[in-house]
């Protein structure tokens, strides 16, 4: 059974540009979860998706969207790139419904750098 | 929203000793609590974890305890070894997400 597929694994943009991101979850997880990581810090949740509908958000700026699609697979956006933006972005899939969060497993994430 | 707290951020044992790392959460109604262990540059995987019709759950050198009275939980390794080396992120579940406490960082000296 593949694991969550993130990608790309490294990426290197510039100050004000865009970029997106990818994450593929387990087959049949319905629910995908991002999360930002910064050196030395915890997971930063970013949002949460479950059948192509946002259903969490965390407190971030507009700069960062995100969206699913019908295959589950979801794709994240940040906007105006900073340099604070420079992180680990992981992503987490589980099948989402019910009371427990079963099976949530991470992907290995992006690891963007701006310049 | 839920709120978990996580204690000590970082914690140095010898090899052989126990570590024992403690969270809390807020949210009343979370009844799902697990366990995450990411070594250096690899992504976080899950170790353990706990319902809360269970007060303890044991796993080789890990166990973890739960206070629903209290709204806290633990997580015991014993017996440490230098691959325990790594950051420890507690978590609980509401409202169909994680909260994630902000981490351990555990060092295992030789």
């Known amino acids: 059974k593949a694991g969550v597929t993130q990608t790309p694994r490294y990426l290197i943009k510039t100050r004000g540009q865009q970029v997106t991101l990818s994450c593929s979850p387990i087959?049949?997880?319905?629910?995908v979860s991002w999360y930002q990581q910064t050196p030395g810090q915890g997971l930063q949740f970013l949002f949460e998706?479950?059948?192509?509908?946002?259903?969490n958000k965390g407190n971030f700026p507009g700069r960062f969207s995100g969206r699913q699609f019908s295959n589950s697979r979801s794709e994240m956006n940040v906007s105006t790139l900073e340099l604070g933006d420079s992180a680990l972005y992981l992503c987490?899939?589980?099948?989402?419904?019910?009371?427990?969060?079963?099976?949530?497993?991470f992907g290995s994430g992006t690891r963007l750098t701006v310049v | 929203g839920e709120n978990v707290e996580q204690h000590p951020s970082t914690l140095s044992v010898q090899e052989g000793d126990s570590a024992v790392i403690k969270c809390t959460y807020s949210?009343?109604?979370?009844?799902?609590f697990p366990w995450y262990k990411q070594e250096l540059g690899k992504r976080p995987q899950l170790i353990i974890d706990?319902?809360?019709?269970?007060g303890e759950k044991k796993d080789q050198r890990i166990a973890v305890t739960l206070n629903k009275t209290a709204k806290h939980f633990s997580l015991h390794i014993t017996e440490t070894q230098p691959e325990d080396s790594a950051v420890y992120f507690c978590?609980?579940?509401?409202?169909?997400?994680?909260?994630f406490g902000g981490g351990t960082r555990l060092m295992v000296k030789p």
């Open positions: 978590a609980a579940e509401a409202g169909n997400m994680l909260t």
């Open positions: 706990i319902r809360s019709n269970v």
């Open positions: 949210d009343s109604a979370s009844n799902y």
């Open positions: 087959s049949g997880h319905r629910s």
């Open positions: 998706y479950f059948s192509e509908t946002q259903r």
């Open positions: 987490a899939s589980s099948l989402g419904t019910g009371r427990l969060i079963y099976g949530y497993t």
